[in-house]
Structures are given as C-alpha cells and as structure tokens.
C-alpha cells in the first residue's frame, strides 16, 4: 500500500486565493518532500523538510510537519494559474533510500 | 545541461511482447528510480539503484519485470510477456546519491499502452 496519501484528491480555487494540501502517512519517517507534475509531464522537485523540522518556506510554499499526527502541509499562497498541476507528497518510511508517493492531490487555479 | 531523459516517449504494444524501457540520468548522478503511474494514480515505486547494484526489488510487480544499470549510468527497464494491466507511465528519476534527503530529478516518462 502506499505510504502517504492526499487530501483533498482535488481542489479548485480562484486565483490570488491561498491553497491547502494535506499529506498523511502511515510510517516513521527521515524526510518528506513535496512535488508538483504538470499534465503528462514528469514530476518536479518543490521542497524537502525534516522529520526533525516542524515548518520551512520557499518563496510562496510553506511546508508544515506534524510527526506526531504522521502528516504535512503545503500551502501555496497568491495562487497563480501557472500552479494549476498535481501536488505529491513523497516519504521514506523510514528507510532512508527510497521514495513512497500519495495519490496526489489535483489543483485547479481559476484565472 | 541535459536533465534525466527517457525513451521511447510512447510505446504501443501487443499483449504477450517484451518491451524495453531506456533511462539516461543527469551525468554525476549515483542514485536511479524507476517508477509506475497508472492514469490518475499516484507514483508505485518499483526499484532503484546505487551505482549499478539494485539493494532493494521488493516493488517489482511481478518476475516479468527486470531492470538493470550499466556503468552506472543508463538502465533499462524490462517487461516480459506485457499484460494490459502494464500499461501505464514509467517514470524514472536519478539523485546525486540515494538518501531521502536528496531531490529526485525525473524524467518525462515513457507512456506503454498494452493492447
């Protein structure tokens, strides 16, 4: 089974609003790292945070984590229609080498 | 630079035919993943390598699937005797090195229809 999953599995919002996305996963973990991928086009890198961080930024994203809850946030405010893509969580489970993917959660920015 | 590159972008095959699946990571780059997303799914890790040894092949689906690095370089992903239930987007990604605390860089992925 997978090792994180999404909330909500999609989302619509108008542009400038902010936009939330959960991740909740089922193990201890080292990292966690959140991912963006465009309609049919490979995924791409956004932000790593720290078993042992609770919060980090990065430009307009703010990444929360809550290892006592097993889950994370991201948060993308000012939304831009260029944010409209699918957001992943990506964990290790505590193995350290390899990546578990959530099902994703599906944005849509309304210009 | 050039990025992580897959090939081919599409393959359509017949039930039944073994395909293979081409990954060239970023040059330097010690760590390689191959994963599977079926349409509107999320990503199913299916193995990874450090340099050309594959520690862990505990998410290979099934015995039809194999993979393999060369030189530490380019793998390929092999699928035996494909099923319809194959199809889907193989994506593969490299790190400079394994560890969760490195960025995966992907590919764009090579879409396998398996009629």
């Known amino acids: 089974s997978q090792q994180g999953e999404e909330d909500p599995q999609a989302l619509s919002i108008q542009e400038g609003e902010n936009a939330t996305m959960n991740c909740s996963y089922k193990?201890?973990?080292?990292?966690l790292q959140w991912y963006r991928q465009n309609s049919g086009r490979g995924l791409v890198h956004l932000i790593l945070?720290?078993?042992?961080?609770r919060e980090k930024h990065s430009g307009r994203l703010r990444v929360t984590l809550d290892t006592s809850k097993k889950s994370s946030s991201l948060l993308i405010t000012a939304s831009r229609a260029a944010d409209t893509a699918s957001y992943f969580c990506?964990?290790?489970?505590?193995?350290?080498?390899?990546?578990?993917f959530g099902t994703g959660t599906s944005l849509t920015v309304i210009p | 630079g050039a990025g992580v590159s897959q090939s081919p972008s599409n393959k359509v095959t017949e039930k039944g035919k073994d395909v293979e699946l081409r990954c060239d990571p970023i040059?330097?780059?010690?760590?390689l993943y191959w994963y599977r997303q079926s349409l509107g799914q999320g990503l199913e890790f299916l193995i990874y390598?450090?340099?050309?040894?594959?520690?862990?092949k505990s998410g290979l689906p099934s015995d039809r699937f194999s993979a393999e690095r060369t030189g530490g370089s380019v793998s390929t992903l092999t699928i035996q005797r494909t099923q319809q239930e194959d199809s889907a987007v193989y994506l593969c990604?490299?790190?400079?090195?394994?560890?969760?605390?490195?960025?995966?860089?992907f590919g764009p992925g090579t879409r396998l229809t398996v009629l």
């Open positions: 990604a490299s790190s400079f090195a394994s560890g969760s605390h490195n960025e995966q860089f």
């Open positions: 193990t201890s973990i080292n990292n």
């Open positions: 945070i720290r078993s042992n961080e």
């Open positions: 990506a964990t290790d489970a505590g193995t350290g080498n390899q990546f578990y």
């Open positions: 040059s330097g780059h010690t760590a």
């Open positions: 390598f450090q340099g050309n040894s594959a520690p862990d």
